[in-house]
């Protein structure tokens, strides 16, 4: 079975600061992970993935994530936050080794709230 | 939201009518993937496609049906029999499936809402 959590229903960090939003996965075999961003009333938009390689994975917008497998995580990250990434934000996984199909099983979400 | 189109993007539904959510990609995409969005609970898949002419259930496909007759196009038909179909629905679409690594792109969402 695959699963992803996100711990924090909100996350709110002040303009200029860093932030983090945490992301949490369980999988049979080696992940494939993501995460994406969605707006008020909008579809999901791609940042960024990780399939294999560096643990670093730079994506749109400034953000970044880092795969860290004994931690089994997967946190985004941006060394400094903006108003304009005020948004909802989902971490996805897809185990390569699952027979259901290549669907993404999606976190319930956390909600980035970014202050000037 | 990418090459992806789904319409209407506001649907009032009485109880005891079937209604179709159309989702269309230009894309070239072959698979598609219909889930459905409720408040605090993340993103839920309902049907998916990975083939024209074949189409397997998700973790929520009671009261759902679609159909894929067409690369570009995949409906989906929420009937009566779907007890709580408030909600919004989002489409999305991939690159062949044995390339897993590939991200979906999602269509702007249809929010429907039953009376």
């Known amino acids: 079975a695959q699963s992803v959590a996100q711990p924090e229903d909100q996350v709110n960090v002040a303009e200029g600061n860093p932030l983090t939003v945490k992301c949490t996965y369980s999988?049979?075999?080696?992940?494939?992970l993501f995460w994406y961003v969605q707006y008020p009333n909008r579809g999901l938009q791609f940042l960024l993935k990780?399939?294999?390689?560096?643990?670093l994975v730079k994506g749109s917008y400034g953000f970044e994530a880092e795969f860290n497998k004994s931690q089994t995580s997967f946190h985004l990250k941006k060394p400094s936050a903006l108003v304009s990434d005020s948004a909802l934000y989902f971490c996805?996984?897809?185990?390569?080794?699952?027979?259901?199909?290549?669907?993404?099983?999606f976190g319930k979400g956390t909600s980035l709230l970014v202050t000037p | 939201d990418g090459g992806i189109t789904q319409s209407p993007k506001y649907l009032f539904r009485k109880e005891g009518q079937n209604v179709t959510l159309s989702c269309e990609q230009n894309?070239?995409?072959?698979?598609m993937y219909w889930y459905r969005q409720d408040p605090g609970q993340g993103l839920r898949l309902i049907y998916y496609?990975?083939?024209?002419?074949?189409?397997q259930k998700g973790d929520i496909a009671e009261g759902y049906s679609v159909s894929r007759e067409k690369k570009e196009s995949f409906p989906l038909t929420v009937t009566s029999a779907q007890k709580n179909p408030t909600a919004f629905y989002l489409c999305?679409?991939?690159?062949?499936?044995?390339?897993?690594?590939?991200?979906?792109?999602f269509g702007p969402g249809t929010r429907l809402t039953v009376l």
């Open positions: 999305a679409s991939s690159t062949p499936p044995r390339e897993v690594g590939n991200e979906q792109f």
């Open positions: 999988v049979s075999g080696n992940p494939y």
């Open positions: 990780y399939i294999t390689g560096d643990n």
């Open positions: 996805a996984v897809r185990d390569p080794n699952s027979n259901s199909g290549y669907a993404l099983n």
């Open positions: 894309l070239n995409h072959d698979a």
């Open positions: 496609s990975q083939i024209v002419n074949d189409f």
